[in-house]
Structure formats: structure tokens, C-alpha cells
T-cell receptor, first 109, second 113 residues
Framework: GQNIDQPTEMTATEGAIVQINCTYQ??????LFWYQQHAGEAPTFLSY??LDGLEEKGRFSSFLSRSKGYSYLLLKELQMKDSASYLC??????????WGAGTKLIIKP | DTEVTQTPKHLVMGMTNKKSLKCEQH?????MYWYKQKAKKPPELMFV???????INESVPSRFSPECPNSSLLNLHLHALQPEDSALYLC????????????FGEGSRLTVL
């Protein structure tokens, strides 16, 4: 079966750094997404990794290791508005988008 | 224009009503999607249209009926829904043949009484 694992919930402090991990077992791989979703709102795109390595975009970075079936999202200089769910999703070999259950990130002052 | 627009943002309907959700994009994307999302769950794929033809139907009950009148529009017709169908309905689009980013609309929050 196809599976994406991420922690259910994480807590971090404003101004700090947090890393959200995602491991996947899918039938093939055609890219991995990270989306941010605030409660009751639509997902918004954060990053897309196809090749191994680190992609940096402002305060957010995403890393991919295809051989390990592993990705992480790194959030720096955390702000209260970063409190949200973070969804990991993978395009499989049939171009189906497989979603993780999401990680709820709670930022404390 | 990099937006996917969904209307209405909120909809309350009875189990005997007929209503429609609408989605529009002007990015020239040829793949359009309907997702259903319940609270604290990831989006769940319902339908995919590719070049205005239905390419994927994830065994969705017939009380949900999709329609793609043209390459910019996607509708979801609702009839005889159940309270458990209450959810956030998300429309998304992407460039055909590209495993790139899905662009999501803001969603339509549906409540079935």
C-alpha cells in the first residue's frame, strides 16, 4: 500500500526553528510537495522537491532524499502566523497525489 | 492571473435541495480537480478532469455530479446529499502533463442539514 507518515502535532516557540519530517512509501515517485493549511482554509503551496537536496525559500526550506523516502520542512524564525497544519504529498508513478495526514504546528510565545 | 476562484464560499443546504459549486481558473491549466476535506484530515480526491474529459472518478456517490463546460470552468452539482457530506470542497488545477504544483481555490464550505 501507499503511505506517508508525518508527526500528528508539534509545538515550538516563537523565534525558534522547527523541522517537520515526512517519510513515504509510494508506488514510484514524481515529486514531493509541502503545503501549509490554516484551519478552515485551502492548502497553500510551500515547496516542491523532485531532486535530492535542499531547496530554500525565505524562512522555509525543504529537503528530499529519494533513496531514503524522506523529506523535511524546516521553518526558521517562527512567527505566530506559522501556526497551521503542514501537509506532505507525493506524486506517485500513476500521477496520483498521495497525501500525508498533516502535522499540526502550534507556536507558543 | 494565478488564481483559482470558487463560489460560493459557504453553502447550507437541506437533504432534498439541488445546488452547485463552481470553480474557475484562467491560467490555461488543462487538468482540474475536486477534493473533499473533512476537519483534521488531508484532502480526499473525488474527480479529475483532463482536457475537459472526466479521467478519474474515485468511486464518488452519484449524488455528486461533476461537469466541465469548458477549459476554465468546473462545476460540482449536488443533489440529495447527506449530513456526512458536510465538508470543505476544494477545487484545484495544474498544467497538464506536469507533475508540478496544484493550485487550490479557497474552497466551498458545505453544510448539509
Amino acid at each position: 500500500g501507499q503511505n506517508i507518515d508525518q508527526p500528528t502535532e508539534m509545538t515550538a516557540t516563537e523565534g525558534a526553528i522547527v523541522q517537520i519530517n515526512c517519510t513515504y512509501q509510494t508506488s514510484g515517485f514524481n515529486g514531493l510537495f509541502w503545503y501549509q493549511q490554516h484551519a478552515g482554509e485551502a492548502p497553500t503551496f510551500l515547496s516542491y522537491n523532485v531532486l535530492d537536496g535542499l531547496e530554500e525559500k525565505g524562512r522555509f526550506s525543504s529537503f528530499l532524499s529519494r533513496s531514503k523516502g524522506y523529506s523535511y520542512l524546516l521553518l526558521k524564525e517562527l512567527q505566530m502566523k506559522d501556526s497551521a497544519s503542514y501537509l506532505c504529498a507525493v506524486w506517485d508513478s500513476n500521477y496520483q497525489l498521495i497525501w500525508g495526514a498533516g502535522t499540526k504546528l502550534i507556536i507558543k510565545p | 492571473d494565478t488564481e483559482v476562484t470558487q463560489t460560493p464560499k459557504h453553502l447550507v443546504m437541506g437533504m432534498t435541495n439541488k445546488k452547485s459549486l463552481k470553480c474557475e481558473q484562467h491560467m490555461g491549466h488543462r487538468a482540474m480537480y475536486w477534493y473533499k476535506q473533512k476537519a483534521k484530515k488531508p484532502p480526499e480526491l473525488m474527480f479529475v478532469y483532463s482536457y475537459e474529459k472526466l479521467s478519474i472518478n474515485e468511486s464518488v456517490p452519484s449524488r455528486f455530479s461533476p461537469e466541465c463546460p469548458n477549459s476554465s470552468l468546473l462545476n460540482l452539482h449536488l443533489h440529495a446529499l447527506q449530513p456526512e457530506d458536510s465538508a470543505l470542497y476544494l477545487c484545484a488545477s495544474k498544467t497538464q502533463g506536469d507533475t508540478g504544483e496544484l493550485f487550490f481555490g479557497e474552497g466551498s464550505r458545505l453544510t448539509v442539514l
